[in-house]
């Protein structure tokens, strides 16, 4: 297809839309400093599908910055700007869809954060992305923070975010709650999670949007290669197996590829002491993460001094019924100045989406009622609501009208 740069999978619907992952050079590059150097503040954040966005000033107007996990350090969507001060620094980076860039970092003079202001805090910057993200975010802050020695309370509950330079301010909360330790590898943290078949390390990563679990099929090929009775194992938990259309959206841009890859229901998996069941993990996957989705049942805190993370379930009880049965259906742009519409539909066989009668090639004409004309009336409007009401239109004109 002409358009590949410009397919993207919608997170809600299926696939993780994960935003490009900076990797750090090295540890020395947090050149970064706070305009006070003990402090405590609260800040009203934004939710989408797990993921936290947080609004900060800069340059007098106010940007949307995600505080991505996943990334090493900073990165910004868009051209660069006048005000952006040129480095001689530079870091080796790998986006969502793996591939690999050496890049110049800017530093931003000034970010005003509630009360705090960080200052020369560093960002990689590419516009490839800024299809894609339909003004929700302006970039990102990466893991970087919390390697600096600050320490994070996401109470996704109530939509705020306390941050915090004092040693053990959360201690209190923390007790009796689930501990996850973490390894900060390249200033990006790595969990355990404890599989019925393995127990894999994992990027906790927040800026995979929409995403539970990420097990790439050459993993697992590769485990069930070494050990028969895993190999076992994950036939019995295999549901599906299809050749399906990989998509992402990274640093670097949007493409797709034809893979085979399977789709699974894990029984169980343990992040520290909370439990998810009904897990089901599409394969078809660079990344071996746990993406935001996790963020939409607890709250969060990152105790920077003790390198912990602390997982606070919002209902109170530490097992999570995920049942993230998938659809079969991603919708990918269409070509670009194609009369019949702005998205396309891409369903696999034997899915929720085949038997509901969608076919690939039709055409989105509506969702809940709106009618899309470009993928960011339907990014915008999976911001806000689940999608329940579709209508669809084959290319030869036949209209459906789907309900989930």
Known sequence: MKNQSKAIVLGLLLGIVTFGQA??????????????????????????????????????????????????????????????RSTDDSTYTTDAQ???????MVEIPSIKMGN?????????VDDALSNFTCGIIDGAFGFDLAAKGISFKFDTKDS??????????FAKEEK???????????????????????RPKMLFDMGAIGGWFGLPQDLLDLWSKNDPKIKQQLDAMTVNVDTTVMTYAGLFGASYDT???GELCIPEIEVGDIVLKDVWVNTATHNRAIG???????????????????FLPNDGNPEITVNNKPRGLDLVAAEEGDPLGAMKALVRKGSKAYEKGIRTGDYLVSANGTPISCQCDLMLLTRQESMKRYVFRTPEGEIKEIEW
């Open 23 to 84: 990797s750090a050079q090295r540890l020395s590059d947090r050149y970064f400093g706070v305009s006070k150097q003990v402090f405590t503040d609260t800040i009203k954040i934004k939710m989408w599908n797990g993921a936290i966005i947080v609004p900060v000033e800069i340059e007098g107007e106010t940007k949307n910055l995600m505080f991505d996990t996943g990334a090493g350090s900073g990165f910004w969507i868009g051209k660069k700007e006048a005000w952006m």
């Open 98 to 104: 793996n591939r690999h860039k050496m890049m110049e």
């Open 116 to 124: 705090i202001i960080i200052k020369g805090y560093r960002m990689v």
């Open 160 to 169: 705020l975010l306390i941050m915090t330079s004092h040693k053990g301010f």
């Open 176 to 198: 009796g709650h689930a501990r996850v330790k973490y390894k900060d590898y390249g200033i990006r943290p790595k969990v355990w999670a404890k599989l019925p078949f393995a």
């Open 259 to 261: 893979v085979i890859n």
């Open 292 to 310: 935001s989705s996790i963020l939409e049942h607890v709250s969060l805190i990152i105790d920077a001094p003790k390198k912990s993370f602390y």
